[in-house]
């Protein structure tokens, strides 16, 4: 069920102040090709306040796309609730369309709401400009390195005006220093065009340097094993010792919720 903005708990026991999404007790279960129940997720509590960026960090299958989905209103809970902003998700492709240049691509979202053309491409155009990507405007998506793309995906994301984006390991498919690339784009992004997101990732290292806050899910069905704060400045560095000690407690959260209970 979802409904509308609302305080919430960070987890089951402790309460938050008002909120961009909240999770409450939240189950859901889907059928697998062979017509089985697998149980994605179970009685998971979690939330972010407004412009935060909370990372979630699992197991593969621990539900963590299902939880995206189920925040942007693609699913509904079992049970359990769910109340958010309005949310838009960012999958892990980035579905751009072959036969529109990249300016067209990242203004789809204005188009769709019904924007008159020049609009969209003027409110396009300026993060172009703002974002790297000045010049790339009528570039075909074969001229746009895997860096840019996922950068013209993200403005579209941006342009759809939605307060909250869940964003599915957005950056998985990237070779390592183009996805620290992105990590410091991503970074300026935010800062330019502030916005609450749920980061979905299975890179802890990943979380540690992007997050405000990172929540670890247990195997699936996921559950809430451990939160952990992240008070570090940014830009943030893979090599600093306080993201390198971050990075074992998230790991050592994750081993600890792949244990029997």
């Known amino acids: 069920m979802l409904t509308g903005l609302q305080s919430h708990p960070r987890s089951s026991e402790t309460e938050g102040s008002e909120a961009a999404v909240r999770v409450s007790g939240v189950s859901r279960a889907y059928r697998d090709r062979k017509g089985s129940s697998v149980q994605a997720l179970s009685d998971l509590w979690l939330?972010?306040?407004?412009?935060?960026?909370?990372?979630?960090?699992?197991?593969?299958?621990?539900?963590?796309?299902?939880?995206?989905?189920l925040v942007c209103g693609l699913q509904a809970p079992d049970a359990g609730t769910i109340a958010c902003a309005p949310a838009v998700l960012m999958p892990q492709r980035d579905l751009l369309l072959p036969w529109l240049s990249a300016l067209d691509n990242a203004a789809l979202a204005l188009r769709i709401a019904h924007?008159?053309?020049?609009q969209a491409r003027e409110r396009a155009a300026a993060l172009f400009a703002e974002l790297g990507l000045e010049g790339f405007e009528q570039a075909r998506l074969h001229e746009l390195s895997g860096g840019m793309r996922q950068r013209v995906a993200f403005i579209r994301t941006l342009l759809s005006g939605k307060q909250l984006l869940c964003l599915d390991e957005p950056f998985g498919a990237l070779d390592a220093i183009t996805r620290a690339e992105m990590h410091a784009w991503l970074v300026h992004a935010l800062r330019a065009?502030?916005?609450?997101?749920?980061?979905?990732?299975?890179?802890?290292?990943?979380?540690?340097?992007?997050?405000?806050?990172?929540?670890?899910?247990?195997?699936?069905p996921g559950r809430l094993v451990d939160e952990l704060e992240v008070a570090l400045e940014?830009?943030?560095s893979r090599t600093d010792p306080a993201v390198v000690a971050l990075r074992e407690r998230a790991l050592i959260a994750l081993e600890r919720g792949n244990r029997p209970l």
Request: proline content about 9%.
């Open 234 to 236: 940014r830009p943030r």
């Open 193 to 220: 065009e502030p916005r609450t997101v749920l980061l979905v990732t299975h890179d802890v290292e990943e979380a540690v340097v992007l997050a405000d806050r990172i929540a670890v899910l247990s195997p699936r």
């Open 115 to 118: 924007e008159p053309r020049a």
């Open 47 to 69: 939330g972010a306040d407004e412009h935060e960026l909370l990372a979630v960090v699992g197991p593969s299958g621990c539900g963590k796309t299902t939880l995206l989905e």
